[in-house]
């Protein structure tokens, strides 16, 4: 059961699970349990000898997740960054295979509207953004010393535009005043941006730069495909839900380039085929869902399956 304050209402939820299991005695990997939306459709769908490993690097998330699937004996809770999947599964399963691996990336309802866990440029609270808030810096800490191109060149992995001005900001303002807390970096980003994007706050993709940066999420995700591929099934499938281009031109290349056939020199012993196909087009959640889930309104779902 979840708890109604805590809830994360599942984004995609039916396309997910019915695209997902294809053997309902398979072995599952819900890679962002978050609060266990997915995973809960997952377990509703699989039979009684089926598998779930759910992984959260959030320790919040993961006694959610004990508090709510821990009895049920095919589910386990797994307190790891998904960058780890092979190295955990291999200490849990004699054999690594398995049938469907789910990943809805970035940040829970929980996270976002717990003001103390600093991730939202709308509630006050010290700015840190870190998903595991026993690993790594807070981002408030990392801006303090951070020089003024490093702060430009990670504002601009997030397509910020104005990412020289806002370093510079940064930098200026904390000569005087440590930047602490989220507001004081929202407002600050606000006051030195010329153009404001409709329907955006001005600092949104300063915080998702940040919590990009403080979590290493790029570097998690580009290590995470690849061991997706080394442990599905043949016929056993990936989905990936994104919200925002950053981390979905990560996924649309990793699958087209695993799904792209290539002719191998004729020396090569062992020439490797492709190791996925793509599984229809992109999908994105319908009006209906949008109307009744805001944050369902930018998400993109690719699926690939294994194959070869
Ligand atoms: C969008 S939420 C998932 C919501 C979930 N599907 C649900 O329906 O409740 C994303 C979750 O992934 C977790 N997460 C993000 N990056 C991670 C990583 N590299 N390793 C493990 N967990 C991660 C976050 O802590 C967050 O709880």
Not at 44 to 59: E, N
Not at 230 to 247: A, K, N, P, W, Y
Not at 277 to 289: F, N
Request: net charge positive.
């Amino acid at each position: 059961m979840i708890n109604q304050q805590q809830r994360h209402i599942p984004v995609m939820g039916k396309e997910v699970t019915e695209l997902l299991v294809t053997d309902q005695k398979g072995v599952y990997v819900d890679a962002t349990y978050g609060r266990g939306g997915h995973s809960d459709l997952i377990l509703r769908k699989i039979h009684a000898s089926g598998r779930l490993f759910a992984f959260d690097r959030d320790p919040d998330a993961i006694s959610a997740a004990i508090e709510s699937h821990g009895l049920d004996r095919r589910f386990e809770a797994v307190h790891s960054k998904f960058s780890r999947l092979k190295a955990e599964l291999a200490d849990r399963l004699t054999q690594v295979k398995v049938s469907g691996i789910v990943a809805d990336l970035g940040v829970s309802s929980p996270q976002l509207d717990c003001a103390k866990r600093g991730f939202s440029f709308l509630k006050d609270a010290n700015l840190d953004l870190r998903m595991d808030p026993s690993d790594g810096v807070p981002a408030s800490q990392w801006l303090q010393h951070v020089n003024e191109k490093s702060l430009a060149r990670v504002l601009s992995q997030a397509d910020e535009r104005f990412a020289r001005r806002i370093a510079r900001a940064v930098v200026e303002q904390r000569k005087r005043k440590k930047i602490q807390s989220t507001l004081e970096l929202a407002n600050l980003v606000e006051g030195c941006v010329p153009r404001k994007e409709k329907n955006k706050h001005p600092a949104t993709r300063t915080f998702l730069a940040l919590r990009l940066y403080v979590n290493d999420e790029r570097k998690e995700l580009a290590k995470f495909l690849p061991q997706c591929v080394d442990i599905l099934r043949r016929g056993g499938r990936l989905v990936v839900l994104t919200f925002h281009s950053v981390e979905d031109r990560i996924v649309k290349h990793f699958m087209r380039e695993n799904a792209r056939s290539f002719s191998a020199p004729d020396w090569d012993p062992q020439p490797t085929g492709p190791t996925l196909k793509i599984i229809g087009p992109v999908r994105r959640p319908s009006q209906e869902e949008i109307r009744s889930n805001r944050r369902a309104r930018s998400a993109v779902m690719r699926v690939a399956e294994r194959i070869g």
